[in-house]
C-alpha cells in the first residue's frame, strides 16, 4: 500500500546551518504531498504543498520539489532559526477517489543559538 | 483561514469515566478526522467522517465512538476511559483531501 519514509531524528543543528530533512514515498498515481510542521505543545499547521510532479512548494524559507522520479519530495531551508525547532511531518494523499492523509513519523528538528 | 476549535487544551479523567473530546470547524468541510499521538507511535486515525452523521473506522477505533449531527462539529467520545487511552488527540477538517488537513490545537487527555 501507499506509504511514507522520513528520516529519523532527532537532527541537529547549529543556527543558520542548512537543513535538509528527507522524505520518500510509495503510492500509484500522482499523489499530493505535503510537509506539516507541529511546535511544542501544539497540532500540526500545514508548512507546503505540491500537487504534481516538478511542483515546489514553498513558505517561511522552506522549499521542497516534487520528484516522480525518486520518488522524493525533500524538505530544505537554506538558514534556519532557533525557532524552527520542531517535528516535522511528510505526507501524501493518494490519487483517486475517497483517500485519507498518510503520514510519515515525522522528524524531530533541534536548532541550537 | 479555517479554524478547528478543540474544546480543551488539557483534560483529566478518572479510569471509568465517559468523556467527550469536542471539535468544531468554521469552513463548511465535509471531512472530519481524529487522531491520537503517541510518542514513537506516530499520528493513528481513530475515526473519520466524510459527511454528518455519516462514520468510518480508522486503525485503532477500539474503546472509542464518535458523533456528527451538525456538519461543523464532530466528537470523539471515551465509553469508558482507562489509562492507556491517556495521548495527545487531535482533530482535522478538510474540504479535498488534495488541498490537506487543518488541524485543531490537540486535547492533552490524561486519565488516572
Known amino acids: 500500500g501507499d506509504s511514507v519514509t522520513q528520516m529519523e531524528g532527532p537532527v541537529t543543528l547549529s543556527e543558520e546551518a542548512f537543513l535538509t530533512i528527507n522524505c520518500t514515498y510509495t503510492?500509484?498515481?500522482?499523489?499530493?504531498l505535503f510537509w506539516y510542521v507541529q511546535y511544542p505543545g501544539e497540532g500540526l499547521q500545514l508548512l507546503l504543498k505540491?500537487?504534481?510532479?516538478?511542483d515546489k512548494g514553498s513558505n517561511k524559507g522552506f522549499e521542497a520539489t516534487y520528484r516522480k522520479e525518486t520518488t522524493s519530495f525533500h524538505l530544505e531551508k537554506g538558514s534556519v532559526q532557533v525557532s524552527d525547532s520542531a517535528v516535522y511531518f511528510c505526507?501524501?494523499?493518494?490519487?483517486?477517489?475517497?483517500?485519507?492523509?498518510?503520514f510519515g513519523a515525522g522528524t524531530r528538528l533541534a536548532v541550537h543559538p | 483561514d479555517v479554524k478547528v476549535t478543540q474544546s480543551s487544551r488539557y483534560l483529566v479523567k478518572r479510569t471509568g469515566e465517559k468523556v467527550f473530546l469536542e471539535c468544531v470547524q468554521d469552513?463548511?468541510?465535509?471531512?472530519m478526522f481524529w487522531y491520537r499521538q503517541d510518542p514513537g507511535l506516530g499520528l493513528r486515525l481513530i475515526y473519520f467522517?466524510?459527511?454528518?452523521?455519516?462514520?468510518e473506522k480508522g486503525d485503532i477505533p477500539e474503546g472509542y465512538s464518535v458523533s456528527r449531527e451538525k456538519k461543523e462539529r464532530f466528537s470523539l467520545i471515551l465509553e469508558s476511559a482507562s489509562t492507556n487511552q491517556t495521548s495527545m488527540y487531535l482533530c482535522?477538517?478538510?474540504?479535498?483531501?488534495?488541498?490537506?488537513?487543518?488541524f485543531g490545537s490537540g486535547t492533552r487527555l490524561t486519565v488516572v
Open positions: 482535522a477538517s478538510s474540504f479535498r483531501g488534495t488541498n490537506g488537513y487543518t
Open positions: 503510492a500509484t498515481g500522482y499523489p499530493s
Open positions: 505540491a500537487t504534481k510532479a516538478d
Open positions: 505526507a501524501l494523499y493518494p490519487s483517486g477517489g475517497y483517500n485519507k492523509l498518510i
Open positions: 469552513m463548511d468541510h465535509e471531512n
Open positions: 467522517s466524510y459527511d454528518v452523521k455519516m462514520k
